[in-house]
Nanobody, 121 residues
């Protein structure tokens, strides 16, 4: 199971840090990533990091502003979000895959319940 935390209301230009804790079989040796879904839009890829940490991908829209990190000892993945914009408003989901870290949502086997991030302009 995956459980995401850290969403909330923040002003444009501000920062938030999301956390996603994995329990059971979903933690170790799984690539973990973040997706988001804005109202009326499809779910989109945000960032992912392999279990080793050697492979990391970001969506172009968040490069230079968001940083994904993970602590395998705690089975937790983080998403540090800086310089937030109104267009970052969405429900953010963490996900895990036993396969290779990638951008497609279909690659991921496990999903968290989502945490809402609202950026006010």
């Amino acid at each position: 199971q995956l459980q995401a935390f850290g969403g909330g209301l923040v002003q444009a230009g501000g920062s938030l840090r999301l956390s996603c804790a994995a329990s059971g079989r979903t933690g170790s040796r799984y690539a973990m990533g973040w997706f988001r879904q804005a109202p009326g839009k499809e779910r989109e890829f945000v960032a992912t990091k392999s279990w080793s940490g050697f492979t990391t991908y970001y969506a172009d829209s968040v490069k230079g502003r968001f940083t994904i990190s993970r602590d395998n000892a705690k089975n937790t993945v983080y998403l540090q979000m800086n310089s937030l914009k109104s267009e970052d408003t969405a429900v953010y989901y963490c996900a895990a895959t036993a396969g290779t870290a990638g951008l497609g949502a279909a690659l991921y086997d496990y999903w968290g319940q989502g945490t809402l991030v609202t950026v006010s302009s």
